[in-house]
């Protein structure tokens, strides 16, 4: 079955302890994103890849780093965790088609974190 | 830079009323565009996209929407709206280059009995 698939879906930890949040494809994709969601704010990007060892900044990338040392993953790592950044996460794959423009995004079932 | 706005926060329909979500997008060509919907604690879920062709695309769960270009907006509409239909509505643009897609920032809607 093609899924995004995120660890953990819940997370409580305390500021300024490191955490890491899985997120792995199946379905060859070239492109990854990481989104946050807060309410009133939608879905805001955080980081992107396009490709094994391609990251970019998106739209609200500070306190945050991801790595893409392979095609299916795309770890989101908080160095040092704050309580603003308790959030709904989620992790998107997408292939492109035509003119350099992404098709669909698939996303993952998200990970709530929270941190004290 | 292209954007997205879906001018409705939160909409109340009654349940078997009609509905219609707006989304209008900023992008200097053809765009691709997409509805996502998102139920309570669940991730996003494609109902359709237009990418060419018949501006009027068909999706999952009855829902529609309609391309117009002189209008640069991109609604999602269904005729009847059941109870399950309550979640968050995303609409999207992809965007030129290498960039993701970029998301409006939701409509919430509401079905009353």
């Known amino acids: 079955e093609a899924q995004v698939t995120q660890n953990p879906r819940y997370l409580i930890t305390v500021t300024g302890k490191k955490l890491t949040v899985t997120c792995s494809q199946n379905m060859n994709h070239e492109y990854m994103s990481w989104y946050r969601q807060d309410p009133g704010l939608g879905l805001r990007q955080i980081y992107y890849s396009m490709n094994v060892e391609v990251t970019d900044k998106g739209d609200v990338p500070e306190g945050y780093k991801v790595s893409r040392k392979e095609k299916r993953n795309f770890p989101l790592i908080l160095e040092s965790p704050s309580p603003n950044q308790t959030s709904l996460y989620f992790c998107?794959?997408?292939?492109?088609?035509?003119?350099?423009?992404?098709?669909?995004?698939?996303f993952g079932q998200g990970t709530r974190l929270t941190v004290v | 830079a292209q954007s997205v706005t879906q001018p409705d926060i939160h909409i109340t329909v009654s349940e078997g009323a009609s509905l219609e979500l707006r989304c209008n997008y900023s992008y200097g060509a053809t765009p691709y565009l997409f509805w996502y919907v998102q139920s309570p604690g669940q991730g996003l879920q494609l109902l359709l996209k237009y990418f060419s062709g018949d501006t009027l695309v068909q999706g999952i769960k009855g829902f529609e929407a309609e391309f117009k270009r002189s209008q640069s907006s991109f609604n999602l509409r269904k005729p009847s709206v059941h109870w399950s239909d309550a979640a968050e509505y995303f609409c999207?643009?992809?965007?030129?280059?290498?960039?993701?897609?970029?998301f409006g920032k939701g409509t919430r809607l509401s079905v009353i009995a």
């Open positions: 998107a794959s997408s292939i492109r088609q035509g003119k350099g423009m992404n098709t669909e995004a698939f």
């Open positions: 999207a643009v992809g965007a030129p280059g290498n960039t993701p897609l970029v």
